[in-house]
């Protein structure tokens, strides 16, 4: 079965622009989450999306949004990029039910200058 | 204070040893614990996922819940230099993996040299 898939793998954008990144769930899999993990703060919870809508949100500015397809892919868009937002952004996908485990992809590494 | 804390290491053992990797938490609402694993360029892998206190094996790995002390564990037996890599611990609320938030502690650096 394939893993969670994100592209690109590599981002380098300046500040101001906007930026889409994308990520394909584990066949199956119904919910995506999104986290951005950085050296000093670590993994952050951004937000989570299941059946198209979002269920949970994090603690991040409005410039951070996300949607999700009818086939469950789901796209997370950063606009009005900053310096601060320089950062390994992971998408997780799982059952998004009984507490089903989370699986991670590989991350798509965004470098804003 | 963090509701989780992670000692970041780095954490150099020879290759055989056993590995004692350690989180505590604040919040006695976690009652979801996973292991996952993370190598350079990589997303984190899952490892160990528990819910009841007590131990769970699987493989050279094994998994420690102590809600009571709001403690958990991950060792690693005959660790191996493929093991480097960054450990992290991540827990939930109940239903709360079911809506994608982990709450993650720093990760610890291991490496594990022949």
């Known amino acids: 079965k394939a893993g969670v898939t994100q592209t690109p793998r590599y981002l380098i954008k300046t500040r101001g622009q906007q930026v889409t990144l994308s990520c394909s769930p584990i066949s199956g899999h119904r919910s995506v989450s999104w986290y951005q993990q950085t050296p000093g703060q670590g993994l952050q919870f951004l937000f989570e999306y299941f059946s198209e809508t979002q269920r949970n949100k994090g603690n991040f500015p409005g410039r951070f949004s996300g949607r999700q397809f009818s086939n469950s892919r789901s796209e997370m868009n950063v606009s009005t990029l900053e310096l601060g937002d320089s950062a390994l952004y992971l998408c997780?996908?799982?059952?998004?039910?009984?507490?089903?485990?989370?699986?991670f992809g590989n991350g798509t590494r965004l470098t804003v200058t | 204070q963090k509701e989780v804390e992670q000692d970041p290491g780095p954490l150099s053992v020879p290759e055989g040893a056993i590995v004692s990797l350690n989180c505590t938490y604040s919040n006695s609402a976690f009652q979801y614990f996973m292991w996952y694993r993370q190598y350079s360029r990589k997303g984190p892998e899952l490892l160990m996922y528990?819910?009841?206190?007590g131990n769970k094996e699987d493989g050279r790995f094994t998994a420690q819940v102590d809600k009571s002390s709001k403690y958990i564990s991950l060792f690693i037996r005959d660790s191996q230099p493929s093991d480097s890599a960054t450990y992290l611990c991540a827990m939930s609320p109940a239903g709360g993996t079911s809506y994608g938030k982990l709450t993650f502690g720093q990760g610890t650096i291991l490496t594990v040299h022949p």
């Open positions: 997780a996908s799982s059952h998004g039910q009984n507490n089903s485990p989370l699986h």
């Open positions: 528990t819910y009841s206190s």
